[in-house]
Nanobody
């Protein structure tokens, strides 16, 4: 199983980016999916996740980020709007299959003020 994340980049504050994560290999059945991030200060947090049909967001991104997926194609997206400098981080996608956790390679998001 491999996860390939893409879509990061440099954007000005207030701008938007869309992250994508494509899973290949025998990933089914997926029990949870999400995006995590690691800030320059090395803080890690779950940005958005979906499990059992329920989507959750970190308080810091509610109303600005939207998680979506293409179940048939094993694709996960994170639409990020109204980006702030504090959103600057490396973003990692994560798929969970039972007790197995799979991680993408990380994609850098940099928001300039």
């Amino acid at each position: 199983v491999q996860l390939q994340a893409s879509g990061g980049g440099l954007v000005q504050a207030g701008g938007s980016l869309r992250l994508s994560c494509a899973a290949s290999g025998n990933i089914a059945p997926i029990s949870a999916m999400g995006w995590h991030r690691r800030t320059p200060g090395n803080q890690r947090e779950l940005v958005a996740g979906i499990s059992g049909g329920t989507t959750t967001y970190a308080d810091s991104v509610k109303g600005r980020f939207t998680l979506s997926r293409d179940r048939a194609k094993n694709l996960l997206y994170l639409q990020m709007n109204s980006l702030k400098p504090e959103d600057t981080a490396v973003y990692f996608c994560n798929f969970r299959r039972g007790w197995d956790n799979f991680w993408g390679q990380g994609t850098q998001v940099t928001v300039s003020s």
